[in-house]
């Protein structure tokens, strides 16, 4: 019986390099020479490090320019709220994998209501769907690109 995963994942070794590229560009940028502005990666949280709340701004747009080039898609990054001291300001980055169990159910929901004959299934931080043809299949993926939802999303294992 023809099956596939629907998930989100962010390909770590792109994400690093980008953080890695975002950091080289912020040690050569004019306006961040002295203030001792980084980037940090650990796992996925990126933290970013520097004086002021309005260069948090500055290099959050530098690490979004840096993912896009790299082609991580950034609706995956959650945003925190930044903690700004005397001469100190931090910002945590979230990079979000796998598909949260309220956004599976909202994709099962879009799929029955469409009276569509395959099943979706959630397993774990993923959603498979299975039907008897390949064609079904196939609308559920244009159905699930057209949708709006909070994760970006790959379609894998697709199987016959």
Known sequence: MPS?????EVNHHELSNAVDQANRE???RFDFKGTGSNFELA????????ESEFQ???MYDILCNKLVKRGV??????????NVQLKT?????????????????KMIKLIKDRKMKVQA????????????????????????????????????????
């Open 121 to 160: 299934a959630i397993q774990g931080d993923q959603l498979r769907v299975t039907g008897k043809k390949r064609d079904d299949l196939q609308e559920v993926i244009a159905l699930l690109k057209e949708g709006k939802f909070a994760m970006p999303l790959q379609f894998k294992n697709f199987r016959d």
């Open 56 to 58: 948090l701004q500055q």
């Open 89 to 105: 300001a931090t910002q945590v980055v979230t990079v979000r994998e796998g598909i949260e169990t309220s956004e599976s159910k």
């Open 26 to 28: 912020v040690t050569t």
């Open 73 to 82: 898609d950034i609706a995956a990054l959650e945003l925190g709220d930044p």
């Open 4 to 8: 596939f995963d629907v998930v989100s």
């Open 43 to 50: 796992g996925n949280l990126i933290t970013m490090n520097t």
